[in-house]
């Protein structure tokens, strides 16, 4: 055999850029990449020209001026002297409160819906696949609508409640009051309040501070236990009981404060024609998040028992030898399994429910849509660079839930040796 020097390694010339398969890849993703920046500046430059047409020009001051409208909804202080941009954060602040509770309040509904779907009783299996099939496939707009309905309809007036025989009653032990205007639910009082921390018109509580605190580092002592006693048990074969240690670092430190700052339920009392004293949640932000949380939930719930039927039966049967109870079995053995065919999917979920509280303006709830992209756009007529910025907000929005979610999911995975 002989050895031709340079075969291997023949000096580069142009045409291998596109007969070179070591080259070939890379000369298409330019030219890809090139095709796109040139369309993007096309589309940039012909949106500005068009605006300056119409007398326009791109421009972000109205975020600084008098937004001069006022937002029922709240979670931080605002009144319609404040500027568009505090508006705009009040609204993005009200989204996100109805995503993280939408989120939440779907998985326990999915989750606790798509084990029942499996269930070996006949009826209760039945019932949860008509919820899941209902829901599924009517609208979300028409569930926001539906739900509305039933809220303003039949839901009593706050003076029902009135009287010594009155037409309604509370429920949930007389600490709830739905109403046909806002739901009366109980706040949280302190006897001895530590004082806040002002930072500008808002204040972050001391108490806020020490419970974030405590449960802190009640997770990292978790964190701690949970590999020590795993590398105990890979040392030993024994692994030593850690739970009611990891039980007590979070329990004792949240009842001690408690008991300290005096923390008790101020539950709603009716005086004249309204509650008081707790806390009226608008019935805009309940039907929403009412109707998020049932619409989600079904999706997830089909998510949920398909990655329970994605782990071999083999499993339970495994554990059932060894002596275990099928919920144990369910919540020890099949469920972590499931989790890795059950996160990426529920991700998208996660997402869906984030964008689809744009919704909120059927029903009236101020939320980053109803602002920026409502009240904001009609009155400064800037509606390129609203759309812009609730675009821009709505990507980074779901772009952090999707990281998060997929540290979670890596934290998961099945590990290869």
């Not at 236990?225 to 024994?238: P, W």
């Not at 759309?387 to 890596?410: D, E, K, Q």
Request: proline share 5%.
């Amino acid at each position: 055999m002989v050895d031709y020097p340079g075969a291997a390694n023949p000096p580069f010339r142009l045409s291998m850029l596109i007969y070179d398969r070591r080259y070939r890849s890379l000369t298409i993703q330019a030219v890809v990449f090139i095709l796109v920046m040139l369309f993007a500046s096309w589309l940039i430059d012909n949106t500005l020209k068009n605006l300056a047409i119409m007398g326009k020009t791109l421009s972000f001051d109205f975020l600084f001026r008098r937004a001069g409208y006022d937002i029922p909804q709240q979670l931080i202080p605002y009144n319609s002297d404040d500027t568009h941009l505090r508006a705009t954060t009040v609204g993005l602040l009200n989204t996100l409160q109805v995503a993280i509770l939408g989120c939440i309040s779907a998985t326990i509904v999915g989750v606790i819906v798509g084990v029942l779907r499996l269930s070996s009783n006949w009826l209760i299996a039945r019932l949860m696949t008509v919820y899941v099939e209902i829901f599924r496939n009517i609208p979300l707009l028409l569930w926001i609508l539906v739900i509305l309905a039933i809220f303003t309809e039949v839901m009593p007036a706050p003076n029902a409640y009135r009287g010594e025989n009155p037409a309604a009653s509370m429920i949930m032990f007389d600490m709830i009051a739905p109403t046909n205007r806002y739901t009366a639910v109980p706040s949280i009082g302190m006897s001895n309040p530590p004082g806040v921390i002002a930072i500008g018109r808002e204040g972050i509580s001391w108490a806020f501070i020490a419970y974030v605190t405590v449960l802190l580092l009640a997770y990292l002592g978790h964190r701690f236990l949970k590999e020590r006693a795993q590398r105990i048990q890979d040392e030993t074969g024994n692994r030593p009981t850690t739970w009611w240690i990891i039980l007590a670092m979070y329990v004792l430190p949240v009842l001690f404060l408690t008991w300290y700052f005096g923390l008790h339920l101020i539950p709603p009392v009716l005086r004249g024609f309204n509650f008081a004293e707790g806390t009226n949640l608008d019935n805009a932000f309940v039907v929403l998040w009412l109707a998020l949380t049932l619409y989600t939930g079904a999706f997830i719930a089909e998510i949920v028992r398909a990655g329970i039927l994605a782990v071999s039966k083999g499993q339970s049967e495994a554990a059932f030898a060894l002596g275990l109870r099928p919920r144990r079995t369910m919540r020890l053995v099949v469920l972590p399994q499931a989790l890795r065919v059950i996160i990426p999917p529920l991700i998208s979920q996660y997402l869906n429910l984030t964008k689809n509280s744009s919704l909120a303006i059927a029903v009236g709830f101020m939320d980053l849509r109803g602002t920026l992209g409502g009240t904001t756009l009609n009155q400064t007529g800037r509606e390129m660079e609203c759309m812009v910025l609730m675009m821009g907000i709505y990507l980074v929005l779901c772009l952090v839930i999707s990281a998060g979610m997929n540290v979670f999911n890596n934290s998961v995975r099945l590990k290869e040796r």
